[in-house]
């Protein structure tokens, strides 16, 4: 009884039951993560393989509310046996001091396990919690909080080797809060769009725009030059786009520096900045598939495709409409530019290194079998070879043509309803246009789809009440110097969302 007293009278001494009055404005970086969390783990080696484990983490005020401390337990306390393998092995606490004079928190991480031992300095970065310090061997890590909501969070752990030219991700974990009634199964599927909008055409539900100008995709047009995909946004909303389809625009998904440099270990350029910027981009298109909006997307590259599909693998199973000239289905072993933009369908569906073919640990961001393509134009023999080896629907421009559009969409749009998917993504590359009338791409190759036909096949997707949202990528304004390329691509999506008098296209 006395040692139970003691033990007791420690955590009554330890805890609070919040911030620091007089502290508390400033002290709620940290505060969604207070409660219990159990988590999913991942840990990468060098070469990206990962090992997968599951853990528990607890948050609490402490020291009269002016910290919060933690402690990760992984493996989780019922699975820990004696002689447990170090590697992986957690069993730490993080105390977490604010600093009221400099305006940031003083952090510190220790493994009973292993030893380690890290300080590092907290503080706010646009909608993460960034921590920065330096590993035992010097090296600048950074680990950081990210996609917190009231019931889950993201956390990754990067190193560079380079003084912070460039980032690895180590580590990085996914938690769901434990509910009182029952821990409930990780990555439990958040409520599906169909129970979230009833099913409701995207114009009923009301477009969202957001803007992900990314250019990371792409290798670089010419030494010292970076893609100028990134100005995309800019054209089409100097266009009036957001304004003339009647969107609410809901802000940038703004990317890391543009370097184009290959990462070594995966052979992709910008790998890891890929990585970062595909969950902070899913983040932000979940929230607003969450509030009920239809989001439209404005890139950058077709990299983009994997954060918006990253959104919808914990809401359901979705298809993908990819309207695009060319498969995007290399891998760095096939790739000549080793750029993203053109392995972007072949990561999302499970192909490629892991470190962004994995972007969820439950497996490929989409199924080969819901995935139609539409419009690809100019494939050899070994390309259509590749393509006939998956599950994927395949119509090449001629192909469509000679059935003719809207008989095809309509068929494909009736199969994956016989699925029983709850959505679908529309992925519409510019460079599936005819190239006499958009030329401002990076990869041009003869014919494609005219405005008229592109306008066609958008309006029988975007009135489906299945479809959930789109993007647009790869038109290049630094290409398009008279910007009539662009003023024209508005036009034709302004009439694909709208039915010509300013008004969303609905079922």
């Given amino acids: 009884m006395v040692e139970s007293t003691q033990t007791d009278g420690f955590a009554d001494a ?40 599951k853990g528990e983490w607890y948050f609490a005020w402490v020291l009269e509310g002016r910290a919060i401390q933690d402690v990760l337990i992984a493996p989780p306390r019922t699975n820990r046996r004696p002689g447990q393998p170090v590697q992986g092995n957690r069993y730490g606490t993080t105390l ?23 300080t590092l300095v907290g503080r706010k970065q646009d909608d993460e919690i960034v921590q920065e310090g330096r590993a035992e061997q010097g090296a600048p ?55 979230v909008s009833q099913r409701a055409a995207p114009r009923q539900r009301g477009y969202a725009v957001i803007e992900a100008p990314s250019n990371l995709g792409l290798r670089p047009p010419r030494p010292g030059a970076q893609p100028g995909v990134r100005h995309l946004p800019e054209v089409l909303e100097a266009a009036g786009f957001s304004k003339r389809v009647g969107a609410v625009h809901t802000g940038r998904v703004e990317p890391p520096p543009y370097s184009g440099a290959i990462d070594p270990h995966t052979g992709i350029r910008e790998a890891p900045a890929i990585r970062d910027y595909s969950i902070r981009l899913a983040g932000t298109v979940g929230e607003i598939i969450d509030h009920g909006k239809f989001p439209i997307v404005l890139g950058g590259d077709c990299s983009i495709l994997l954060g918006n599909l990253l959104a919808l693998r914990s809401r359901g199973r ?35 290194p ?21 419009g690809t134009r100019g494939l050899d023999t070994e390309w259509q070879q590749r393509l006939s080896r998956t599950r994927m629907t395949l119509y090449t421009l001629d192909a469509l043509r000679r059935a003719g559009i809207a008989d095809r969409i309509r068929h494909e749009l ?4 016989a699925k029983n ?50 993007h647009i990528g790869i038109y290049d304004p630094d290409l398009d110097p008279q910007g009539t390329a662009g003023r024209a691509l508005t036009d034709a999506l302004v009439s694909s969302l709208t039915d010509g008098r300013g008004r969303g296209v609905e079922g």
């Fill in 14 to 53: 330890l805890r609070a039951a919040g911030p620091l009055a007089t502290q508390s404005d400033a002290m709620t970086l940290y505060a969604p993560l207070v409660g219990d969390w159990e988590m999913e783990l991942i840990d990468y080696d060098a070469e990206g393989s990962r090992r997968v484990s």
């Fill in 96 to 118: 977490r001091v604010y600093d009221p004079e400099s305006g940031v928190w003083r952090v510190t991480w220790i493994n009973a396990v292993t030893g380690a031992h890290n």
């Fill in 141 to 195: 890590i950074r680990w950081i909080f990210s996609r917190i909501t009231p019931q889950s969070f993201h956390w990754r752990g990067e190193v560079s080797l380079d003084e912070g030219k460039s980032w690895q991700l180590q580590a990085e974990f996914f938690g769901r809060r434990i509910r009182s009634e029952s821990a409930g199964h990780l990555f439990q599927e958040r409520p599906k769009l169909s129970d």
């Fill in 318 to 352: 979705h298809g993908l409409f990819f309207l695009d000239g060319h498969p995007d289905f290399a891998t760095p072993e096939t790739s000549e530019s080793k750029a993203a933009a053109g392995m972007d369908l072949a990561l999302a569906t499970g192909h490629g």
């Fill in 354 to 374: 892991a470190l962004l073919s994995s972007l969820d640990p439950r497996g490929a961001l989409v199924r080969e079998d819901d995935v139609v393509l539409l």
């Fill in 414 to 417: 009736t199969k994956l309803q």
């Fill in 421 to 470: 998917v709850d959505g679908f993504w529309i992925h519409v590359d510019v460079d599936v246009l005819d190239d006499a009338v958009m030329p401002a791409v990076d990869s041009r190759q003869p014919d494609g789809l005219r405005f008229e036909e592109l306008t066609l096949a958008l309006r029988l997707l975007i009135r489906s009440p299945l479809a959930v949202g789109m």
